[in-house]
């Protein structure tokens, strides 16, 4: 049961547009894969190009049946994360997840109980952040008393990178520095991100030729490799 948890210290730097790709990712890589949205946003689905008004199933275990996006099945977890009754199953260390999917949960900046109780199931956690002081600052935010590179779970991607701007540049070298082989990519600006986003398509879709999904494909083998995904056979392929 892989658990994919995507999660950041601060709202606003990526964290849903990754969530959505690496998930369309993994299913086109054969694996069978569940995304959940636990933000009261519910903004995950229009990176799959669906629209605000397309309310998600509501993700009721592993016998739930979903609507199916670009092959991954989409889900709505915000009204049950704020059950007591899935809050102190996940508290137990019962597991609502199936052995045989991988798992994607798309939690929001501020909503650190979901985080905490879903971290323990993770097998990998994605902290998004953006070449911007205040996100840089959040680092010390990612999980309380742990500093940044201590975290064993966590794999860090820089999002929004621009090379024609200095602080963007200089943060991505303080990056590489501090975090090592813990940052695993970076995904670089790119404004047909939000222009599918309003058109209400993938961007696969909308800009095939996309900076910004040509990085986030290759994050997302990272993340593949990093969770130990990788089938023998696509290694040889
Ligand atoms: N690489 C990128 N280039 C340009 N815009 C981006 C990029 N990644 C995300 N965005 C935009 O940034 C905003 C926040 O992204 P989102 O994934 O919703 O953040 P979060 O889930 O962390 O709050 C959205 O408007 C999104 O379209
Ligand atoms: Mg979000």
Same mark, same amino acid.
């Given at each position: ?31 069978? @894969?569940?995304? !959940? ?24 275990? *592993?016998? %739930? *049946? ?6 991954? $099945? ?8 704020? $059950?007591? =009754? ?15 999917? #991988?798992? &994607? ?11 905490? +109780?879903?971290? /323990? ?8 952040? !953006?070449?911007? /002081? ?7 935010? @990612?999980?309380?008393?742990? /500093?940044?590179? $201590? ?5 860090? #991607?820089?999002?929004? +990178? =621009?090379?024609?701007?200095?602080? *963007? ?7 590489? $520095? ?5 940052? #695993?990519?970076? &995904?670089?600006? =790119? ?11 993938? &961007? ?5 030729? %996309?900076?910004? !999904?040509? =990085? ?12 130990? +995904? ?8």
């Amino acid at each position: 049961m892989p658990l994919i948890l995507c999660h950041s210290a601060k709202g606003g730097t990526g964290t849903s547009f990754i969530a959505a790709h690496l998930a369309m990712h993994l299913a086109q890589q054969g694996h069978e @894969v569940v995304a !959940l949205d636990f933000t009261y946003q519910d903004a995950l689905k229009l990176y799959f190009g669906l629209l605000p008004t397309q309310s998600l199933v509501e993700f009721r275990g *592993s016998g %739930s *049946s979903p609507l199916a996006v670009a092959g991954v $099945e989409l889900f709505s977890g915000y009204a049950l994360s704020r $059950e007591s =009754d899935f809050i102190e199953a996940l508290r137990a260390g019962r597991s609502p997840f199936a052995e045989r999917k #991988i798992y &994607i949960a798309d939690v929001a900046a501020g909503d650190r109980e979901t985080k905490d +109780l879903l971290l /323990p199931f993770a097998q990998l956690h994605l902290c998004a952040l !953006l070449p911007h /002081p205040v996100s840089l600052a959040a680092l010390t935010k @990612v999980q309380a008393g742990t /500093p940044a590179i $201590e975290l064993t779970k966590t794999a860090f #991607i820089l999002n929004q +990178l =621009d090379d024609t701007h200095r602080f *963007s540049r200089h943060a991505h070298i303080f990056l590489r $520095e501090l975090l090592g082989e813990r940052l #695993i990519g970076t &995904i670089r600006r =790119d404004e047909a991100v939000n222009e599918a986003a309003a058109m209400f398509e993938p &961007i696969n879709k909308y800009a095939a030729a %996309s900076a910004a !999904l040509a =990085d986030i494909r290759e994050v997302a083998r990272a993340v593949e490799q990093r969770a130990g +995904l990788v089938t023998e056979a696509d290694q040889l392929s």
